[in-house]
T-cell receptor
Framework: AQSVTQLDSQVPVFEEAPVELRCNYS??????LFWYVQYPNQGLQLLLK??????LVKGINGFEAEFNKSQTSFHLRKPSVHISDTAEYFC????????????FGKGTKLSVKP | NAGVTQTPKFQVLKTGQSMTLQCAQD?????MYWYRQDPGMGLRLIYY???????DKGEVPNGYNVSRLNKREFSLRLESAAPSQTSVYFC?????????????FGPGTRLLVL
């Protein structure tokens, strides 16, 4: 069975500082990996995804993530955050060839302070 | 192009009452999903529908029923609401080959069961 672990439930950071949100997964088969963002009182929006190819994936709003198969990780990074990045971030995994059912981590709340 | 829409946005129920949450998508997606989001739990899959006429259980199906009315619409029914069903409910849709594994989420329905 698949599972996703987001190691930090809350990450406070100052504006313009770099940030890394950590995600580890477990699966016995090949997977697709995703990061979704949820702004307050809204639905989820895709930030980026890894399906195949280059292990460094770039997404919207200046975020990027790197797939590390040996460490089963997919950490999300941004070199300089803005106040507007304050949101909850979810890492998710689905098995290749499956229906596409996503297994989500419990989320990381990013709080950017001025 | 509205994407994924959900009604109602908010609902308060008394224990034992029933209600149906509505979801519709205008992206011609084959697959649709219902998730619930609880604090500190991430999103958990309740039911999904891979195509019109099919439905399958997800991780937490107990207490819910679904209907895939047509390709556009996927409803979630609570026959006898319980306080444990207080949550935020999200509908999502995708077409794996077309949307490249990306699920598109609605804005959510906030349900309080007293």
């Amino acid at each position: 069975a698949q599972s996703v672990t987001q190691l930090d439930s809350q990450v406070p950071v100052f504006e313009e500082a770099p940030v890394e949100l950590r995600c580890n997964y477990s699966s016995s088969v090949s997977v697709y990996l995703f990061w979704y963002v949820q702004y307050p009182n809204q639905g989820l929006q895709l930030l980026l995804k890894y399906l195949s190819g280059s292990t460094l994936v770039k997404g919207i709003n200046g975020f990027e993530a790197e797939f590390n198969k040996s460490q089963t990780s997919f950490h999300l990074r941004k070199p300089s955050v803005h106040i507007s990045d304050t949101a909850e971030y979810f890492c998710a995994v689905s098995e290749k060839g499956s229906q596409g059912n996503l297994i989500f981590g419990k989320g990381t709340k990013l709080s950017v302070k001025p | 192009n509205a994407g994924v829409t959900q009604t109602p946005k908010f609902q308060v129920l008394k224990t034992g009452q029933s209600m149906t949450l509505q979801c519709a998508q205008d992206m011609n997606h084959n697959s649709m999903y219902w998730y619930r989001q609880d604090p500190g739990m991430g999103l958990r899959l309740i039911y999904y529908s891979a195509s019109e006429g099919t439905t399958d259980k997800g991780e937490v199906p107990n207490g819910y029923n679904v209907s895939r009315l047509n390709k556009r619409e996927f409803s979630l029914r609570l026959e006898s609401a319980a306080p444990s069903q207080t949550s935020v409910y999200f509908c999502a849709s995708d077409a794996p080959r077309v949307s490249k594994e990306t699920q598109y989420f609605g804005p959510g329905t906030r349900l309080l069961v007293l």
